[in-house]
């Protein structure tokens, strides 16, 4: 039988520490206000010991098993998935989900429930979505489809539960403990933590071109026509005409507000993006040029090493955090979180 009070958080080495502070504090807080009623969260990983987050802090975990019970599961990585999606981790999370608990992935979890196939519903239903980190999803979006929602922060069908990440893990745990200790307990942790709940179907990514629409209307029409054909780069002169701004007005709008040309901009732009795709997907360099509109895996290096100022692939080699030991780690107190007030 599943233990409803029981939280396993799995974090995969580099995980965003940041985003387990927020599901360990969203359960101090309800704790602290129901102590009659604890829950209790448990870090667990593949192997069990420390694990080092993307800042090099390292957290004590619990090795994960066959006999775990929980009856909410909450799977979290940051920086390469792939290495965490092994055979043992995979029939773990398909484990848990056929037992029935709430399955919840943060950041670019939403790789590991994609590869043990949570989201394939019946023949006759279309399969479930899931979000995922803005800087992973358009790479998630390429190998499993329609199932990563590109405009979602947070996401919840079938007792499945997605967060992108950063301050919209603080809304997943909102929602699953409204789901465990009611609306006016989510409320009060919302009310303590001085955040405004929004629901899942109102939570979009925030995005560059919003701002620079605030500073000159125009030019985010132009950067958003930017950001919609990174893959299919169209000429700049159509950019302007779907504007409604004259090429002259255009320059001098980027050089004034962006310190750059158009011509400079859009192609950082889609450098951006394929720094985004490298960085959290296993696609290969040539896959990545494709889906930035470059001919071929050399223009797109090269353009790349200008901007960016080493290859694409020592960049991912190279991306590694520095490990921070603290000798007081191991005394981090998270399972006795119900004895808390």
């Not at 387990?20 to 359960?27: F, P």
């Not at 030019?219 to 002169?237: E, K, Y």
């Amino acid at each position: 039988m599943l233990n409803q009070n029981q939280i396993d958080l799995f974090i995969a080495p580099r995980f965003l520490h940041f985003s387990v502070a927020l599901c360990i504090d969203s359960v101090r807080l309800s704790n602290r206000e129901q102590p009659n009623a604890p829950l209790n969260i448990r870090l667990c990983s593949e192997a069990g010991g420390l694990v080092v987050a993307s800042n090099g802090l390292v957290l004590p975990t619990e090795a994960i098993s066959a006999e775990d019970n929980a009856g909410t599961v909450i799977v979290l990585t940051s920086y390469e998935p792939e290495a965490a999606a092994t055979t043992v981790v995979l029939n773990w999370i398909r484990r848990q989900h056929r037992q029935g608990a709430r399955m919840a992935c943060v950041e670019t979890a939403a790789y590991l429930f994609a590869m043990a196939k949570l989201l394939r519903m019946k023949h006759d239903q279309p399969d479930l979505k899931l979000a995922a980190h803005f800087e992973a999803a358009a790479g998630y979006r390429e190998m499993f489809g329609e199932q990563i929602a590109l405009e979602s922060l947070f996401h919840h069908e079938a007792n499945i539960y997605s967060s992108a990440g950063a301050m919209s893990t603080l809304d997943l745990m909102l929602y699953l403990i409204e789901g465990l200790r009611g609306k006016m307990m989510a409320e009060r942790i919302a009310y303590v933590f001085n955040h405004q709940r929004i629901s899942d179907s109102a939570r979009k990514p925030s995005r560059a071109e919003g701002a620079i629409a605030r500073l000159d209307a125009r030019l985010g029409r132009m950067v958003n026509s930017m950001q919609a054909s990174i893959g299919n780069p169209v000429s700049l002169d159509r950019i302007y005409k779907q504007a409604g701004v004259e090429a002259s007005t255009a320059r001098r709008l980027f050089k004034r507000i962006l310190n750059q040309g158009p011509r400079e901009y859009y192609r950082q732009l889609r450098l951006q993006f394929g720094r985004d795709v490298l960085q959290n997907s296993g696609l290969s360099v040539a896959k990545v040029a494709e889906m930035t509109g470059f001919s071929d895996g050399s223009s797109f290096c090269r353009a790349y090493r200008q901007v960016f100022g080493s290859a694409p692939g020592k960049h991912r080699r190279n991306n590694k955090p520095s490990k921070i030991n603290l000798d007081d780690t191991p005394d981090v107190v998270v399972n006795s979180l119900n004895n808390q007030k």
